[in-house]
């Protein structure tokens, strides 16, 4: 049997309580303020505008295309290489006396007539009030998922399960925005799609040690309650990390061959992976222990009912 | 105690054999096809017209490897592009303007699969390239439109009960009449309400005059925009139609916008012409007795108004419309058979064609201006001189200055009129490079991710990590057998949540497989710790699944475009992974351990 993780006597967690609560409010009040501070860089999905990507035959003259955009008398230009010296990256906000629509076509007439080989890779228009409206839509998103699984684990668990599993949750949540607002990468609705995945499965972790904690507070009727924790988070510690492992390894597939489309997706879900497993184990534990969970929840005469979904 | 019954690895086999065959027809790639359907989408495709392009294809001695029937349209396969873009010209000469002809790429599956109706994935605009537009209605020029009909309306009403008011007048939504005395105010008030029931109607004494102020009850308000949405729809697939683009995607969003998607199109700037366009039509009479000099001035005589004339100067048309584009049944650009100018003949229907014929008869040496209003400036195309009654409906106008111009008035006039001008608010497209490229990225990054899972299974849990393996496989073709089967669109997103699933889909073999090792440490035998394992489990893998369902489905109510397209995914793949991890690895165990009672050793 091969083994990576031979763990044979329970590791004292719940011991560590003190620490792991000091990082984990660390690392979440630094994705505070980045947040507070820097904010988002919110994609054209959210705030409205154009983006352009198009690609040359030889490498771009940006100057020259900074140049020939000018004369489109078009305000905010901004004109950058990305990925390679070939491909180009056209951004204009939303200006309310500009007819957005035909702005792509301006924009690419004005381009041509200074590198005729340029090829139209990808146009990007949204209004300010689609813009608006998706942004509106992503935060009720969250909100709805949120209560949506804290509903579901207090139906399944215990209240107290419900708001430890959701604040370590949302933990992950608020550092996967906070690193993306600390790095300035954009912010897009890929990337909220791949945050909202995050959320259900960083649950899904929690959900594993939780299965196994109220297991063992039915069988082990000895143990103190960390105890209990610290021998669910033990056993499930060497499934927690190939798990993981195996989602890491398919998204960071995602991440190299992926491509420039998903690079900011498979970056969200990185950090969300990392951050989930450290969250399931290290914060939704303590705080369970922190609310009070005691056997009393568990053994109640309804207990049978549940064994026999089994 | 590990032996499924009969019937479960029959089940199972069922299952497997339909998700092979519905994922089958993905790998088969897709040949160049011409596709045919109907500019009007009320009219239906039927042999008759499979048999026609049968015989088209056949005198053009253009070879083709299967002509079909598919919804709404034909579609006819050929072997190479050149075929196919000849074949798209013979077609388009021989059937005319009531067909569109398209190019178009069609499954290379062999027909029997096509008969069990397995077809591939539909690949998103992101996929394959195209454009994709959100356009927004604008609700508040479809109710003052419907306000301005108001008006004309309430004007004929009142003359024709010679009820006499000093003005009407439109104030935003609401239509004002003045009148000088009660009575008649009185007396317009119950005319008016008894005959236009959609309206309310609120008086009002002021001292120097009397108030009559009509306004759409909001059920009828509300009807006013659904219909203004409706026929918008409808105009919009008549342009897009007469773009030729196959399987356009054209649909109503939310309750003022319409998703136009054109996949493959290429020219954006000719589809936003086309699309954008809110041309109307309008024939009225030239005022006759306006001073040439005032009106160059732009100074124009009571009950008329200026425009600029295309051939040059300005005339005075009066307000009153004489026809509308609504009137309007088939336009189609030709040339005037005696001055061999460009020129639009047009069909009235049989309301229009009275009307035309009344009014050619009483106006017979005077000028009709035919109006086309874009964006809200009127432009006279021509005003000839009616030098007869003219009857039955036919009318051509000339005064285009190139055949060019010409096809695209007719193109106008036939798609119809927008019920209310609409804005893009999002346009979205992907070269067909970009496209591509998409593709076999997304591809690549799943292949990659999925060998690296497998190697790390296989060698961890040996057997039972082969088992795992073969899980996750299947649990893959169970997934694109579904949205192949459900034809769900497959977008970028969409091939990353199926990445994502086949990542997460091993945490339940994880699971079990941990359960099993953990058994067989505590103890017991192998049988009962396959057994132990996979009943264990199961609690856990309910739990964690459906909190993951339940952001998907939160995700897929809520999300729009990339995140839905996700969500979709997602969810599917909870699904697929829950069976294929459980039911089908286990059947696997079964199959090797279950029959030996004295299992010493299992490979785990």
């Known amino acids: 049997m091969l083994e990576l993780f031979p763990f044979k006597k329970t590791i004292p967690f719940m011991s560590w309580g003190k620490a792991t609560t000091a990082i984990s409010l660390l690392t979440f009040l630094f994705a505070i303020w980045a947040l507070w501070d820097k904010g988002l860089n919110l994609g054209v999905d959210f705030t409205g505008g154009t983006v352009i990507e198009i690609t040359t035959s030889h490498a771009a003259n940006l100057p020259e295309i900074r140049g020939a955009l000018e004369k489109t008398g078009l305000p905010e230009i901004s004109v950058q290489t990305f990925g390679t010296s070939r491909d180009v990256l056209i951004r204009l906000p939303n200006k309310a006396h500009i007819n957005a629509a035909e702005t792509s076509n301006r924009v690419l007439a004005a381009v041509r007539t200074v590198d005729p080989s340029v090829e139209l890779r990808r146009v990007d228009f949204v209004g300010p009030q689609v813009g608006k409206e998706l942004y509106d839509s992503g935060a009720l998103a969250l909100l709805v998922v949120a209560f949506g699984i804290m509903a579901y684990l207090a139906i399944r668990f215990e209240w107290r399960f419900a708001v430890a599993g959701m604040l370590a949750n949302l933990h992950d949540i608020v550092i996967i925005l906070g690193v993306f607002a600390f790095f300035q990468w954009e912010f897009t609705l890929t990337v909220l799609a791949g945050v909202l995945a995050v959320l259900g499965y960083s649950v899904n972790e929690s959900v594993v040690v939780f299965d196994r904690i109220r297991e063992n507070i039915r069988k082990m009727r000895g143990a103190t309650i960390p105890h209990i924790i610290d021998d669910a988070i033990t056993r499930t510690m060497s499934r927690t990390i190939i798990t993981h492992g195996s989602t890491q390894i398919m998204v960071l597939s995602m991440l190299f061959f992926g491509g420039e489309a998903l690079h900011n997706f498979a970056l969200a879900l990185t950090i969300g992976i990392m951050f989930g497993i450290y969250s399931s184990v290290l914060v939704a534990s303590p705080l369970l222990l922190m609310f009070g969970v005691k056997r009393e929840h568990f053994i109640k005469p309804v207990e049978k009912k549940e064994e026999a979904v089994v | ?604």
């Open chain 2, 1 to 604: 105690m590990n032996r499924y019954p009969l019937w479960k690895y029959l089940l199972i086999g069922v299952t497997l054999v339909v998700a092979f065959l519905y994922t089958l027809p993905n790998f088969f790639g897709e040949v160049p096809a011409v596709q045919v359907s109907p500019v009007r989408t009320s009219e239906t495709v039927d042999t008759a017209l499979l048999g026609r392009v049968e015989a088209l294809l056949k005198t053009a001695s253009l070879p083709t490897s299967g002509v079909e029937l598919a919804g709404n349209s034909i579609k006819a396969r050929f072997a190479s592009t050149d075929v196919q873009i000849k074949a798209k010209d013979v077609l388009q000469n021989g059937l005319g303007e009531r067909y569109t002809v398209a190019l178009n790429l069609v499954s290379a599956s062999p027909a029997w699969l096509s008969t069990l109706n397995a077809l591939p994935m539909y690949l998103g605009l992101d996929l394959r390239g195209g454009v994709h537009f959100l356009l927004e209605v604008d609700m508040k020029a479809a109710l003052e439109k419907a306000a301005v009909r108001y008006q004309n309306d309430f004007r004929t009403e009142l003359r024709g009960d010679k009820i006499r008011y000093s003005r009407i007048s439109r104030e935003g939504n609401a239509v004002v009449v003045r009148f000088a005395t009660r009575d008649q105010r009185d007396a317009a008030a119950d005319k008016l309400a008894a005959v236009f029931t959609d309206l309310g109607f609120a008086a009002e004494d002021l001292d120097d005059g009397f108030l009559l102020t009509a306004r759409l009850k909001p059920e009828a308000e509300k009807q006013v925009q659904e219909f203004a949405l409706q026929q918008n729809i409808t105009t919009l697939r008549n342009r897009v139609n007469e773009l030729g683009v196959a399987e356009p995607v054209i649909q109503q969003q939310g309750a003022n916008r319409v998703v136009v998607q054109l996949p493959g199109v290429q020219d954006t700037a000719k589809a936003k012409d086309i699309l954008g366009r809110t041309a109307t039509l309008e024939v009225r009479m030239v005022d006759e007795q306006a001073d040439p000099l005032l009106v160059e001035q732009g100074q124009a005589p009571f009950g008329a108004e200026i425009v600029a004339s295309r051939e040059g100067g300005k005339i005075a048309v009066k307000k009153d419309v004489v026809l509308t584009g609504d009137s309007i049944t088939d336009a189609a650009p030709g040339f005037d058979s005696t001055s061999a100018q460009a020129a639009v003949h047009i069909n009235l229907d049989g309301k229009g064609a009275r009307i035309f014929k009344d009014v050619t008869r009483e106006n017979v040496g005077k000028r009709m201006a035919i109006l086309l209003i874009e964006k809200g400036i009127a432009e006279a195309i021509t005003a000839p001189v009616i030098r007869e009654e003219i009857g039955g409906g036919r009318v051509q106008i000339t005064g285009m200055e190139t055949a060019q111009e010409a096809s695209d008035v007719a193109l106008l006039l036939r798609a119809g009129a927008l019920a209310a001008p609409m804005q893009i608010v999002e346009e979205r497209t992907v070269g067909p490079s970009m496209g591509a490229e998409n593709i076999e990225k997304g591809f690549h990054s799943n292949i990659w991710g999925f060998l690296a899972v497998v190697a790390f299974m296989t060698i961890y849990y040996r057997v039972f990590g082969l088992f795992s393996s073969v899980a996750l496989a299947i649990n893959g073709f169970f997934l694109i057998a579904l949205l192949s089967m459900l034809q769900a669109t497959l977008t970028l997103p969409g091939m990353a949540a199926i990445a994502l699933t086949l990542g997460m889909a091993i945490d339940a073999n994880v699971l079990i497989n941990e359960r099993i090792r953990e058994e067989l440490r505590n103890g017991a035998t192998p049988q009962a710790a396959i057994h132990a394992g996979y009943d264990r489990a199961w609690g856990t893998i309910l739990d964690s699944n459906l909190t993951t369902l339940i952001a998907g489905i939160a995700l897929f109510w809520l999300g729009s475009g990339p995140v839905r397209g996700f969500a979709v995914v997602l969810c599917l793949g909870i699904l697929t992974s829950m069976f294929s991890a459980v039911t089908v690895s286990r059947a696997m165990v079964n199959l090797t351990y279950g029959r030996q009672p004295r299992l010493a050793k299992v490979s785990i």
